[in-house]
């Protein structure tokens, strides 16, 4: 008899992102679904990587990751946040983003604390806080402008408030944080033993001439966070899985132990090829622009439509209300739209836990201009 497992994620199944991804391509559909680029990275990083492949830069980096890379990154943050962070004690190198805050939760979070998580939100929240015992406390993202309400935070605190969790800009529907928030954040937290958790895998991605509020930028905010970074959506490489997590050297202590017996240390060749690439400072600060006319590009066409679009200042993502189209809920509407107009989207009633459906789909613009012109083409017809 084959043993059962008592599962540690009951209610989760398959999820809709794959659901879409197989539709997209058994239909032929362009997948404006998947957060992911369709063009290629740059050449020069493949080239560095390579070199230190052939330099036999290929057995296990120390379990903080390549000492320059961290020396790099926290030159770079002392550039950008004018934050000045110790290498040894305050970066750990990981496989990715979504490892980082899985790592900080798994750090951080006993059995029957609360964690207060704003919906929508990337799918990987919840689940990372259910399976450590942890309890989502989800408030909604004000709808449609999808802002914090924080006299709803105020009163979700609990003595069980372990955490709070923020993502700017926001995946699925490309809020940012303002000073405002950060002023909030920090009168809410003053005098709390609540960590936070700030996923800003979009640091870079952020538009309209808006600044990010990264918790960087904070130190009373930093000592209490974990940071989490992804170099994919720095460098158009999503399946590198390659990121970073900064913390207070008290709390990336304690990251540590959980991760140097998980991953313990990552990919060598492309952390020494970053070490050096992180230097060109415009290979970073040019990615707004560019990521901006794609999203204007995607916009503008769409205008044409009977979609109404709801504002976007960052990540990969444009979110649109489809009521002028279609009554059908919208995990109806995006199943029909890809099967019958070839265009995958994600219905974003998929990032709430009780699948709030406010007729809303996502669409992701970090495409050749060619892939979104022809699925604007498409939409055209709706
Ligand atoms: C909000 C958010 N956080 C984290 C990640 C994951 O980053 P990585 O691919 O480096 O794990 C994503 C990827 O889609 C994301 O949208």
């Given at each position: 008899?084959?043993?059962?497992?008592?599962?540690?994620?009951?209610?989760?199944?398959?999820?809709?992102?794959?659901?879409?991804?197989?539709l997209a391509?058994?239909?032929?559909?362009?997948?404006?679904?998947?957060?992911?680029?369709?063009?290629?990275?740059?050449?020069?990083?493949i080239?560095?990587?390579?070199?230190?492949?052939?330099?036999?830069?290929?057995?296990?980096?120390?379990?903080?990751?390549?000492?320059?890379?961290?020396?790099?990154?926290?030159?770079?943050?002392?550039f950008?946040?004018?934050?000045?962070?110790?290498?040894?004690?305050?970066?750990?190198?990981?496989?990715?983003?979504?490892?980082?805050?899985?790592?900080?939760?798994?750090t951080?979070?006993?059995?029957?604390?609360?964690?207060?998580?704003?919906?929508?939100?990337?799918?990987?929240?919840?689940?990372?806080?259910?399976?450590?015992?942890?309890?989502?406390v989800?408030?909604?993202?004000?709808?449609?402008?999808?802002?914090?309400?924080?006299?709803?935070?105020?009163q979700?605190?609990?003595?069980?408030?372990?955490?709070?969790?923020?993502?700017?800009?926001?995946?699925?529907?490309?809020?940012?944080?303002?000073?405002?928030?950060?002023?909030?954040l920090?009168?809410?937290?003053?005098?709390s033993?609540?960590?936070i958790?700030?996923?800003e895998?979009?640091?870079?991605?952020?538009?309209?001439?808006?600044?990010?509020?990264?918790?960087?930028?904070?130190?009373?905010?930093?000592?209490?966070?974990?940071?989490?970074?992804?170099?994919?959506?720095?460098?158009?490489?999503?399946?590198?899985?390659?990121?970073?997590?900064i913390?207070?050297?008290?709390?990336?202590?304690?990251?540590?132990?959980?991760?140097?017996?998980?991953?313990?240390?990552c990919?060598?060749?492309s952390?020494?090829?970053?070490?050096?690439?992180?230097?060109?400072?415009?290979?970073?600060?040019?990615?707004?622009?560019?990521?901006?006319?794609?999203?204007?590009?995607?916009?503008?066409?769409?205008?044409?439509?009977?979609?109404?679009?709801?504002?976007?200042?960052g990540?990969?993502?444009?979110?649109?209300?489809?009521?002028?189209?279609?009554?059908?809920?919208?995990?109806?509407?995006?199943?029909?739209i890809?099967?019958?107009?070839?265009?995958?989207?994600?219905?974003?009633?998929?990032?709430?836990?009780s699948?709030?459906?406010?007729?809303?789909?996502?669409?992701?613009?970090?495409?050749?201009?060619?892939?979104?012109?022809?699925?604007?083409?498409r939409?055209?017809?709706?």
């Amino acid at each position: 008899m084959i043993p059962a497992i008592k599962s540690k994620l009951p209610d989760v199944g398959t999820t809709i992102f794959t659901v879409m991804s197989a539709l997209a391509a058994k239909h032929d559909a362009i997948n404006l679904g998947q957060g992911f680029p369709d063009f290629p990275m740059n050449q020069e990083l493949i080239a560095l990587v390579d070199e230190a492949m052939k330099k036999d830069f290929n057995q296990y980096v120390p379990m903080q990751g390549y000492l320059p890379l961290r020396e790099s990154i926290a030159q770079k943050v002392s550039f950008l946040y004018n934050s000045s962070l110790n290498p040894d004690t305050q970066i750990t190198i990981t496989p990715g983003g979504t490892y980082a805050i899985y790592t900080a939760l798994t750090t951080a979070l006993q059995p029957g604390d609360e964690v207060i998580a704003f919906e929508p939100a990337y799918d990987s929240y919840i689940p990372n806080i259910e399976v450590n015992g942890a309890i989502p406390v989800l408030i909604n993202l004000d709808f449609p402008d999808y802002k914090i309400d924080w006299d709803k935070v105020r009163q979700k605190i609990s003595p069980k408030t372990k955490m709070i969790m923020l993502n700017s800009p926001n995946n699925p529907t490309g809020s940012v944080l303002s000073e405002h928030d950060i002023n909030e954040l920090r009168s809410i937290v003053k005098d709390s033993n609540i960590f936070i958790l700030s996923d800003e895998v979009y640091e870079h991605l952020v538009f309209d001439n808006i600044a990010h509020q990264s918790i960087l930028r904070y130190p009373d905010l930093m000592e209490r966070s974990f940071v989490c970074f992804s170099f994919g959506k720095v460098y158009n490489c999503t399946g590198w899985k390659l990121g970073y997590c900064i913390s207070s050297p008290a709390l990336m202590a304690e990251f540590r132990k959980v991760h140097q017996f998980n991953c313990f240390s990552c990919h060598s060749p492309s952390q020494v090829a970053l070490s050096a690439f992180l230097k060109n400072k415009d290979s970073y600060l040019s990615l707004a622009a560019f990521m901006q006319k794609k999203r204007d590009y995607f916009a503008d066409r769409l205008k044409q439509t009977r979609f109404t679009p709801l504002v976007s200042h960052g990540s990969y993502f444009q979110c649109f209300k489809y009521d002028r189209i279609s009554y059908e809920n919208d995990k109806d509407f995006s199943i029909r739209i890809t099967k019958e107009y070839g265009v995958a989207c994600i219905p974003v009633s998929a990032f709430y836990k009780s699948g709030t459906d406010n007729k809303v789909v996502r669409f992701c613009f970090c495409k050749k201009e060619e892939t979104l012109e022809e699925a604007a083409n498409r939409l055209l017809k709706l």
